[in-house]
């Protein structure tokens, strides 16, 4: 038995300790919301926050994470950085088929919680590791931009 | 049309509130032949296959079409509730079920989602839905208050008679409208009159895709549930030799190996320990006659293939003669072979038992789906129940039942408890349905800067003779040819041929922008070089030849004044426009790009100016349009897959790349209004992005590709294109 701390709720599963948490959280916790694309590293789609900072989990092993918080797609929206990135995300209208969102709405929440006002350079590095299938990058870079505004404001 | 209800009825299912949607309900991904209810409002009245309207007012719409992003839900919904006057606010949108008959795809005589064509295809049949039923109401409304039918007006799902004030609900009409006839031809509204089409709408499919909640097939959860993922024969056609499976058995979570004649499967308790598994299998595999095949020798084939006369698709005046006179041009250009890599990688769960089998997975072809799975099984066609899903992109790939046969095949070797088997990104690149690969060759003659003559032959696959054989006539692929066929400049001698080459083993596709790739491709590319030939601008060249295309004349002229067509730019950087009129949309693209000394490409701006006709929800066909030229401009510099030894080379997004967000430019549409019937749109910024990328890199260096990917070498200068 293993226990982690997940959208501030201890949840306790049975996994080996080199399963990536991808896996845990989809399979084992039914948390499906943080999404399978590439499994190495490439595609951004399974973003969570450990400690805040975000973390590609289709790569990281459940044992090593320890008492560290995790945030999924699921809880980012008690953040105020998640609400607003979620809240510009509907008002813009970025998404198309969505299945690359979660990730894109995790990296760029954790994006504003750092750096409140990114510029463009800011969001390139902090968003190149998220592939969007459908091309949804224009309004992606449009939408963090009103997410910060609306912070600001 | 009186329709079971019961296949339909919502009761078992959780009607999801979408956050921040107003009240739309959502009903996807939830059974779609649950019994009803005791206790759940009846009677229905369901005038037709699209809309359910029951006592308590509630509103169901049922979506002929699946939503894959393109935001065909709430396009759908605009249609039926503008036409029903219902309150779109308040509508419930539910999946249709699987039926040909019901919710066939008028253009394909199918249920299928494909071909950017929902919209124009359901457009007339969804618009004479809603004034139907809209009809049927405000007639129960008239003979209740004993007042003429044409006194009475209807809006917000509610029928009013102005003169005296009354106000009867949709709901309370329900058991009366049910009696009526529905009318042979109901009165659809003048597009003046429209409320809800051309209203940038919010899409009722978003809310619940930025908390997790939206659930794809591959999110599908079941009691007992099993995991599974699959390895075939990286060979295309091979064949299980051996399997050793002593390592796999020890790894914690796995619980059973597959072996079929042609693929592996492993389950395990989760998808780590059924992908562990599969990689600690030894399996030696029996290739086939296919481990020798190679890129080289397709494209050799290929090129040969197109030496030879094609099957004549289209004739007008006589191009022999005239492509003897004035200045003549000769150019061949070839596009790869390209995977789909949806975002979510194929999957499909399937629980078989001994008398029926449930399917939950995402597909452009319901009933396709539901036949083929009886097919196989043995089956009665109403013991395959299919769950359809949002669609984690489908670009075509869900246009294809394989994932679905795979996955039953994997549940008949299992003992009745519920699998949801996922493909690794690995084997979704590897073994996919491919984008063929063409090469259309162009022949033309130049006489007072116009074209005289202009002979055209596309070679390739048939994609359409395999997914559509009854469409296959006369050796003609309509797809591949469509975009040549329909040219829209004035030329007064023409001829269009198709030449099929299969590649041999390499299972062919559509793929988004189908045909319409190839042949704007190649058309707009010669056109740029004709122009040269002409010594013209590009855009004034194409400008004399638009008579007979006044509406794509028109979307030219707007987007170079939009793109600054013309003003200078610094050393290495130009500007390239392509046109069409594919999938019934005229546009017109502008691509600003720079390349350094290495050849690598920079997008500076994409500027497009699209007149659709009617665009229903103005807001979705710009991101429609945006989402497409992005994914044409990945493509245009970076996709191929390549085969040595009969496999596919390339796994994962490493080497088969995508464009990311530091790399995407400013994309800027203009829409053009228009009364005109609608066009589609899904597809038409794919096709639109790869001509007007090289002609903008040919401008910036004079080097002419004529092959797609980008040669980055040639751009450098350091070969030739
Ligand atoms: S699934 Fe983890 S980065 Fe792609
Ligand atoms: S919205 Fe479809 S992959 Fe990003």
Redesign the interface.
């Known amino acids: 038995m293993a226990t982690l701390k997940i959208n501030g709720e201890s949840k306790v599963f049975e996994?080996?300790e080199d399963?990536?948490l991808l896996?845990?959280l989809?399979?084992?916790l039914?948390?499906?919301?943080?999404?399978?694309?590439?499994?190495?590293a490439?595609?951004g789609?399974c973003t969570v926050h450990v400690d805040g900072k975000p973390v590609r989990s289709c790569l990281l092993p459940v044992g090593g994470i320890g008492d560290r918080a995790i945030t999924?797609?699921?809880g980012?929206?008690a953040t105020p950085a998640g609400a607003s990135v979620?809240k510009a995300?509907?008002d813009l209208?970025v998404?198309?088929?969505?299945?690359?969102?979660?990730g894109q709405?995790m990296a760029a929440a954790a994006l504003l919680a750092a750096t409140p006002h990114p510029d463009d350079a800011d969001?390139?590095?902090a968003?190149?590791?998220?592939?969007?299938?459908?091309?949804?990058?224009?309004?992606?870079?449009d939408a963090i931009k009103r997410a910060a505004a609306a912070r600001a404001a | 049309m009186q329709r079971d209800s019961a296949s339909l009825d919502v009761t078992r299912r959780k009607l999801l509130q979408a956050a921040?949607a107003g009240s739309v309900l959502l009903a996807f991904h939830l059974p779609l032949r649950a019994a009803p209810a005791a206790g759940e409002a009846k009677p229905t009245f369901a005038p037709n296959a699209f809309i359910r309207i029951d006592e308590s007012n509630k509103v169901t719409l049922v979506m002929p079409q699946v939503e894959?992003?393109?935001?065909i839900y709430t396009s759908v919904a605009m249609i039926l509730a503008e036409e029903l006057d219902a309150d779109i606010a308040q509508v419930a949108l539910e999946h249709a079920p699987p039926s040909d008959t019901l919710y066939g795809n008028p253009t394909f005589g199918i249920q299928v989602t494909g071909n950017s064509n929902s919209v124009r295809a359901f457009w007339t049949p969804l618009r004479n839905a809603g004034a139907s039923a809209r009809a049927m109401l405000v007639q129960a409304a008239a003979q209740q208050w004993k007042v003429d039918p044409a006194s009475c007006s209807a809006a917000k799902s509610a029928v009013t008679h102005a003169a005296t004030g009354r106000v009867l609900a949709y709901g309370a009409l329900v058991r009366d409208a049910s009696k009526l006839t529905p009318p042979a031809t109901p009165q659809l509204k003048d597009p003046a009159n429209f409320t809800v089409i051309g209203q940038p709408l919010?899409?009722f499919?978003?809310?619940d895709?930025?908390?997790?909640?939206?659930?794809?097939g591959?999110?599908v959860?079941l009691p007992g549930m099993k995991?599974a993922t699959v390895a075939l024969c990286p060979v295309f056609g091979g064949k299980v030799g051996h399997v050793d499976d002593s390592a796999a058995k020890q790894i914690?979570?796995v619980q059973k190996i597959v072996v079929l004649d042609d693929m592996v499967a492993v389950t395990g308790?989760?998808?780590?320990?059924a992908?562990k598994g599969l990689d600690a299998l030894d399996i030696t595999w029996n290739e086939g006659p296919n481990g020798n095949v190679s890129s080289a020798e397709i494209w050799a084939d290929l090129r040969a293939a197109s030496q030879k006369d094609g099957v004549v698709a289209k004739a007008e005046g006589d191009v022999a003669k005239f492509l003897g006179q004035g200045d003549r041009l000769d150019e061949a250009y070839e596009l790869p072979f390209l995977a789909h890599?949806?975002?979510?990688?194929l999957n499909c769960t399937v629980q078989l038992t001994k008398d029926s089998c449930e399917i939950w997975t995402g597909t452009q072809i319901m009933s396709r789906v539901q036949g083929t799975v009886a097919q196989l099984t043995g089956l009665p066609l109403d013991k395959v129940t299919v769950h359809n899903h949002?669609?984690?992109?489908?670009?075509g790939r869900r246009l294809e039942p394989d994932m679905v046969l795979t996955a039953v095949r994997v549940a008949q070797q299992l003992d009745g408890a519920p699998v949801k088997v996922?493909w690794?990104?690995e084997q979704d690149i590897q073994h996919d349905v491919y984008r063929p690969v063409y090469r259309d060759t162009i022949s033309a003659s130049l006489a007072n800067g116009k074209i005289q003559a202009w002979k055209y032959r596309v070679t390739g696959s048939a994609v359409i003779a395999r997914w559509l054989p009854p469409a296959f006539q006369k050796g003609i692929d309509i797809d591949a040819i469509d975009g040549a066929a329909d040219i829209a400049y004035d030329i007064p001698n023409l001829q269009i041929e198709y030449v099929r080459a299969e590649p041999p083993a390499v299972p062919t596709g559509f793929w988004r922008g189908v045909g319409p790739n190839n042949n704007v491709f190649a058309t707009e590319c010669f056109i740029d070089e004709l122009a040269k030939k002409a010594g013209k601008d590009p855009v004034a060249f194409r400008r004399d030849m638009l008579g007979k295309t006044p509406r794509l004349k028109a979307a030219l002229d707007l987007a170079a004044e939009k793109s600054g067509w013309g003003q200078a730019l610094p050393a290495r950087a130009g500007r390239g426009v392509s046109i069409q009129t594919a999938f019934g949309s005229f546009i017109a693209t502008v691509v600003e790009a720079e390349v350094d000394e290495h050849g690598e490409v920079r997008l500076r701006r994409v500027t497009a100016a699209v007149d659709t006709g009617i665009a229903v929800n103005p807001?979705t066909v710009i991101?429609q349009i945006?989402?497409?030229?992005?994914?044409g401009l990945?493509a245009a510099l970076y996709g191929e897959i390549t085969i040595d030894k009969g496999r596919v080379q390339q796994s994962?997004?490493?080497d088969y790349r995508?464009?990311?967000?530091?790399e995407?430019p400013?994309?800027d549409v203009h829409l053009i209004k228009s009364g005109e019937a609608p066009g589609g749109i899904g597809e038409a910024g794919v096709t639109a992005s790869s001509a007007s990328l090289r002609n903008a890199l040919y401008a910036a260096t004079g080097v002419p590709l004529r092959r797609l990917p980008i040669d980055r070498a040639a751009l450098a200068g350091k070969k030739n294109a």
């Open positions: 996994a080996t399963t990536p896996w845990v989809r399979d084992v039914g948390l499906t919301g943080t999404k399978f694309g590439c499994g190495i490439q595609c789609a999924t797609i699921e980012i929206g979620q995300w509907l209208e998404i198309q088929c969505g299945y690359c969102q979660s709405i969001i390139d590095a968003m190149a590791g998220n592939i969007c299938r459908c091309g949804t990058y224009v309004r992606i870079r | 921040g894959m992003g393109q935001g919010k899409r499919d978003t809310p895709k930025v908390n997790g909640k939206v659930v794809y591959i999110d959860m995991f914690p979570g308790d989760h998808m780590w320990a992908k890599a949806t975002m979510e990688p949002l669609i984690g992109g489908g670009f996922v690794t990104r807001d991101a945006q989402g497409g030229l992005i994914f990945t994962n997004f490493h995508m464009l990311r967000i530091d995407a400013q994309i």
